[in-house]
Every structure is written in C-alpha cells, then in structure tokens.
C-alpha cells in the first residue's frame, strides 16, 4: 500500500507551480513532516512534507516540472518507519557520548535555508544555537555558527552551492558563458516591473532629509526599547512607516490606486516593506500600519526579513498593500527611483546616511543626511500632492515628536 504525496492548494491568484528541489531522492527513507520538496510559485516558495514514514517510492514530477493544485507529484511506501526510527537511533548512537541524550531527546528543528547549508558543510545541527521561534534553528545561526569555527580546509567546488559554483565557474574561465532558467519568482518581478513601467505614467521627485533628530533619539532610547519590548531593536524603518502613515491620511490620493475607469481610495494604510532575498526582492506587507506602535513596527519587519530569506511568507502576507517603502540604503545606494509596486500609485524610497555640509541658520554644518525618492502615477496623483506628501515625511521625521502628537 502507498501513500499519495500531492502539490499544495494554490490560492487562487496562483495558476500552477514549478518542482524547485527534491530534498529526498527516489528510494530514501523519509520520516513523517520531514521536508521532501519544495515548490516554486510566481509568489513563494511551498513546502511540502511526508505525510508519513516509509520510503519515498516513486517521483512523478521531477525538478522544473509544472505542477497544477493538488496534483500527484510522488508516492510513499509504507512499512519503513521501524527502519526509519532505527537509522535515526543508530545516529544519534554514533555520535559522541556528550551531548548525545540532548540529540536523543530532541532533534532540532531546521529552517529550510538553514538545513541546505548545514547538509552543504557537514555541520552537527545540534551543536548550532537556535535563536528563531520555537527553538528554529536560522540561515543567520548556521552563518554565525560557521564563522566561529577554527578554519578549516577547503571545500572541493562540487560541494559548493550551486550559485557559487557558477560564479567560480565564471571567473575561472574568463569568457566562459554559463546559462541557467530564470526563476519563477524572478519572472515575476521582471513581469510586474515591466507593467508597471509601460502602464502608468511613472514620475520620480526627490528631497533630502535631516537624521540628526531620529539618530539622536534613538540613541538616547535604544538600549531602554530593546529592553522593554523583548529584544525589538530600535531601527529608523518604525519611524519612516510611521510618518508614512500620517502623510497618507493626509494625502488619500497617495493611498489610492486605479481600477479600470475608477479611482479605488483605501481607508486604511496597508504599507508594504521591501526585502531582499536570494531568490529576488518580496514586498510583505503591514497590514493597518498606522494601527501600530512602532514596537510592533520594528519587530514584524524583522520577523518578514527571517522569515523571507527561509521562504517562510505566506502568499496571504504579501498580497494587496496601498503603499510601498523601500529601503536601498542597507546596500549603500546614495540615491535610486524606485519603481511602482502596481496597482499602487506610489512608493517612497529610503537611501544611505551620508554627511554632508548643510547651511544651517547661516552656518555651515555637517549633518547626516538621506535623500528620499517619491515615485508615483502621475495619472492618479498631481506633481503638487507628491511634493506635499514627500515634505510631509521630511517634516515629521525631523522632528519625531510630530509623529506622536500626529501634528
């Protein structure tokens, strides 16, 4: 008897999706709600897991295959559990004697990012600190841990990760030309960045910004937050979703978006946060923002930016959003125009603090500045409201206390 191993349920917004990595070859034994494939849509990357132990006996969808919702991909055999369970026992017995009640009493848990790295340098799971959820072991442990370690001799090429390897490849051969498929994800950015370029009526306005206020603000209260909200780092992104909020109370044409012939203006501020990822950038989004303190702010973006890079975001979380921040300064932009998120009218860019001199009262000063970047739809929204709204930002992030006190 077998056991039917089937693709997800794709939302309706996702038509099919791509077999990305077998993680069990045919043949191997598999332990139940282990990880067995991952599949790729134009959204995210789903997970699917043995519904059982027994042994992976058939694949029927090999990686790169289009699979529709609910289709057969692959079978299990039952009546390996027993072997399973053994050759999991016989492991645990292998290894050394510290440690090894630990191991046998709970194995840990791996995110999917964290294990290929793990399987890729040989490393003991059990002896990285977790610092996820639930005692999960991250990408970001796995890295942490692996730094800390004495080096090491080189790894051959072949056990490299396969984008490394093609980089070596490359460098190596001088004019050598490697061509890969461009992901599903990937397609799917350039397919919405290319709407967006040829459908709407893209202008880019610009100001700078004083830090200085923020910077000394949150210095001064940075060690008592993190303390106080349980480890949530005081960043500047609560700060500039907040005073986003306000501005687009004031400006419901920024918030707005067009429907065909009709103009769709939102009562909420639903406000999405670029990130940047291996597989491309993912736009998660904060659902009624200006309902939340910046605490909150600051922790769900950091629990987007873990989850993200270990494929973990739902396709429910990073659908819809009236608005978009990004935010190139993390990677030393000094200045970009940041493309529409459609059917959004506008997205507010961050980039890098940089000092610079300033004339201030007559004096000359130098003082950490930020440009910012305001694209939007010029069919939805006048040049005036845009440059209204962008000093509205500028304002209330000079001085925070406007954010509060939402004067």
């Not at 970001?140 to 090429?157: H, R, W």
């Not at 959003?321 to 200045?335: A, D, K, P």
Request: aromatic share 4%.
């Amino acid at each position: 008897m077998s056991i039917d191993i089937k693709a997800p349920t794709f939302p309706e917004s996702v038509a099919d999706g791509t077999i990305a990595t077998w993680h069990k070859k045919q043949g191997d034994a598999v332990t139940r709600d282990e990880l067995i494939v991952d599949i790729e849509t134009d959204k995210v990357v789903l997970e699917v897991v043995a519904p059982a132990d027994g042994v992976l006996s058939e694949i029927l969808k090999q990686e790169g295959d289009t699979v529709l919702s609910n289709e057969l991909i692959a079978r299990i055999g039952e009546g390996a559990g027993a072997a399973v369970k053994a050759a999991a026992a016989s492991a645990v017995e292998s290894r050394p004697t510290a440690g090894v009640a630990t191991a046998a009493a709970e194995e840990p848990k791996l995110a999917p990012a964290a294990r290929k790295l793990i399987d890729e340098q040989g490393l003991d799971a059990s002896a990285i600190p977790a610092t996820g959820k639930g005692g999960l072991v991250t990408k970001e442990d796995v890295v942490n841990y692996s730094k800390s370690k004495p080096a090491a001799a080189p790894a051959p090429v072949a056990a490299q990760p396969k984008t490394a390897a093609v980089a070596v490849d490359i460098a190596a051969g001088g004019r050598e030309e490697k061509r890969v498929p461009m992901t599903r994800l990937r397609a799917r950015i350039a397919e919405r960045l290319l709407q967006a370029s040829q459908n709407t009526a893209m202008l880019t306005t610009f100001n700078e910004v004083n830090m200085q206020p923020v910077m000394s603000l949150r210095n001064q209260y940075k060690d008592l937050f993190e303390k106080a909200h349980n480890g949530t780092r005081l960043g500047f992104m609560g700060f500039f979703v907040k005073a986003a909020c306000e501005a687009l109370k004031r400006f419901p044409a920024v918030n707005a978006s067009i429907d065909g012939d009709d103009i769709v203006y939102h009562g909420y501020q639903d406000v999405g946060v670029a990130v940047s990822t291996d597989k491309g950038l993912v736009v998660p989004v904060l659902r009624d923002a200006d309902e939340l303190s910046v605490a909150q702010v600051e922790n769900k973006i950091r629990d987007f930016g873990l989850r993200a890079r270990d494929g973990k975001l739902g396709i429910d979380e990073i659908q819809g959003g009236t608005f978009t921040i990004t935010n190139g300064g993390v990677f030393g932009s000094l200045m970009s125009t940041p493309i529409l998120n459609p059917p959004q009218a506008a997205i507010l860019g961050m980039h890098k603090i940089q000092d610079r001199p300033m004339a201030v009262n007559g004096k000359v000063e130098i003082l950490p500045m930020m440009y910012l970047a305001l694209s939007y739809d010029h069919r939805l929204i006048d040049g005036k409201e845009a440059v209204q709204f962008l000093v509205t930002i500028k304002d209330l992030i000079e001085d925070p206390a406007r954010i509060l006190l939402e004067v």
